[in-house]
């Protein structure tokens, strides 16, 4: 039940012939996940009035999304027009995962460059726009009374960007959040060694879905491709930082499995197994130890590793 190897064994995953590409169309393209409760269709393939595809819709098919914007949010999008690609870029990860390090961001975005004095300043020059907020914390400990540790979460600036709510400054930083870039950093690594294609992946709240009344909220669903064995991997991520008491951990189980049970009601065309990934070896025993005492789950479909060996053991 718990045997990590199973993983890509079992109906989750798909054999490919030589002569089919990985699938380049993004499963996730018609669905709305931002709210599970109520999930909405949305074409992409929608094109506003006035472009030359859309010039025969009527204006009323025009969506709130193709309201003129605000003046604030005109002047921020002119000024996003004089940020650089892969100022843009930090943003837009930033905004997905909440939170990241300068570690997190040097790899994601700079990591053909042997110098990180370019991702500094890069988040220098964000952070003084008011586009980034550093978060810092100081962690107890040291002959001094302890060691400053920081990340960067969206400013105010940039917060207009991608919400309407208010914005509020993060004060501290979320080590479980950390986790979770730590995960999907892995990911990009092996996809630069070239035997992995991230072929999708959803963040929170992105990742959550309902299905059959199930509410998983899994913190993060990654499609991959696995080159040398000419697999398909689809996965629902339990990034594990020890924080989760038996009961809350068996009932989240019984989620996953009830989806199981009902994946005919699920939208694409392949269901994910679960991997929980732990902190360290002692949390993974314990999750092991839990997962034996839920029963009848089926065999492979809940599994249990190391964050620090992830993706390497799907090799």
């Known amino acids: 039940m718990c045997c990590v190897d199973s993983l890509i064994t079992m109906s989750q995953t798909r054999k490919l012939c030589n002569s089919e590409m990985w699938p380049v169309e993004n499963p996730f393209r018609d669905i709305v996940w931002l709210n599970v409760k109520e999930m909405s269709y949305v074409s992409t393939q929608y094109q506003p009035p006035g472009s030359p595809q859309g010039r025969d819709i009527p204006v009323e098919a025009a969506t709130s999304g193709d309201e003129p914007p605000r003046a604030d949010a005109q002047y921020l999008y002119r000024s996003s027009m004089q940020l650089l690609a ?88 979320n080590p479980h959040t950390l986790a979770i870039a730590d995960a999907y950093v892995a990911i990009k690594q092996a996809e630069r060694e070239k035997w992995v294609d991230v072929l999708t992946y959803g963040t929170e709240p992105d990742s959550w879905i309902d299905v059959a009344g199930a509410d ?31 009961k809350q951990i068996l009932e989240k189980v019984d989620r996953y499995k009830y989806a199981l049970e009902h994946s005919a009601e699920y939208p694409l065309d392949v269901f994910p197994s679960v991997l929980f990934l732990a902190c360290d070896e002692a949390r993974a025993d314990e999750l092991r130890t839990i997962l034996r005492r839920a029963p009848q789950t089926p065999e492979g479909f809940i599994s249990v590793a190391l964050l620090s060996s992830f993706p390497q053991l799907l090799r």
Not at 161 to 170: A, L, V
Not at 217 to 228: A, I, K
Request: aromatic residues 8%.
């Open 216 to 246: 998983l909220r899994p913190d993060l669903y990654v499609e991959l491709g696995l080159r040398e064995k000419r697999e398909r991997v689809v996965l629902w991520l339990e990034v594990d930082m020890g924080s989760e008491r038996q």
């Open 86 to 173: 892969r100022d843009r870029e930090i943003l837009n990860l930033v905004s997905r995962f909440s939170q990241l390090s300068s570690g997190h961001i040097d790899a994601l975005i700079f990591s053909e460059l042997a110098s990180r004095t370019p991702c500094s300043n890069a988040l220098r020059r964000l952070t003084g726009l008011g586009l980034l907020h550093r978060v810092n914390q100081m962690l107890p400990g040291g002959a001094r009374g302890g060691s400053q540790r920081y990340c960067y979460a969206l400013g105010p600036n940039a917060w207009r960007m991608y919400s309407s709510t208010r914005y509020r400054p993060q004060r501290t930083l």
